[in-house]
């Protein structure tokens, strides 16, 4: 499938779409869920930006935002049923999702050699970042829920996951090893909430799964690490 350009618009338009609805609901909104409207609204600004600027991740970082999409079209399709807005929700996600998958478009991306020379990055190295921004992409939009709408107690702790996520993930697309370190931290820090969570009856869904999902992004490079301390 080619149509490169037409693809990565109807992915941009895309996440500008969710980002100003987003940005929406934060304007006329209230209480504690403004500023969770906000971060997401920003997740979304950031696709839409790194797709139109050319970031060598945007590509996977996009992709990573799309499944989140699919994922909570997917949980609202269990609780209400196929309705039809979520339906709607869960086909753009994964239209965008499956317009930035493939080859042909990773060539405007992650595909460029400029990037890969500076890094003295090779095929599989490329592909271990591109598994670890995806999963980071997936489990972020989750973290900022969960810390700008967090359970009474754990206010500090679910914005110390988001610190955790944010520079984890800017310093993995460095080549930064503490890059790595953090998202791991960030992911045992949101298994160790759903503990707490469950212990007091709450809901484990969101800090499990964002957990589990930052833990599993440190997994391509665990390798490589440990061989470079032997």
């Not at 929700?89 to 965008?96: E, N, S, T, V």
């Not at 591109?130 to 972020?140: H, K, P, T, Y």
């Not at 953090?182 to 045992?188: S, T």
Request: glycine share 14%.
């Amino acid at each position: 499938m080619k149509l490169v350009g037409e693809r990565r618009a109807f992915a941009a338009a895309v996440f500008a779409f969710f980002g100003v609805l987003y940005m929406i609901q934060a304007l006329l909104g209230d209480g504690a869920t403004v500023r969770m409207m906000w971060a997401i609204a920003g997740c979304y600004g950031l696709a839409f930006f790194s797709l139109v600027a050319g970031y060598f991740w945007a590509r996977w970082f996009s992709v990573g935002l799309g499944l989140f999409g699919v994922l909570v079209a997917a949980a609202g399709v269990y609780q209400m049923g196929p309705e039809p807005m979520v339906l709607i929700i869960g086909g753009l996600h994964l239209g965008a999702t499956l317009s930035l998958w493939g080859s042909t478009m990773a060539g405007s991306y992650d595909g460029q050699t400029a990037w890969r020379e500076r890094y003295h990055m090779d095929d599989s190295a490329v592909q271990r970042l591109g598994r670890s921004v995806i999963r980071a992409g997936v489990s972020l939009p989750m973290v900022l829920i969960y810390a700008f709408a967090p359970k009474p107690g754990n206010a500090v702790l679910g914005f110390a996951a988001f610190g955790l996520v944010t520079l984890g993930l800017r310093a993995t697309v460095k080549l930064k090893t503490w890059g790595v370190v953090a998202l791991g931290a960030a992911g045992a820090l949101m298994v160790t909430l759903a503990g707490i969570d469950a212990s007091a009856g709450g809901d484990i869904l969101v800090p499990s799964l964002a957990g589990g999902l930052l833990i599993s992004a440190t997994v391509p490079f665990v390798r490589p690490m440990l061989r470079s301390l032997v």
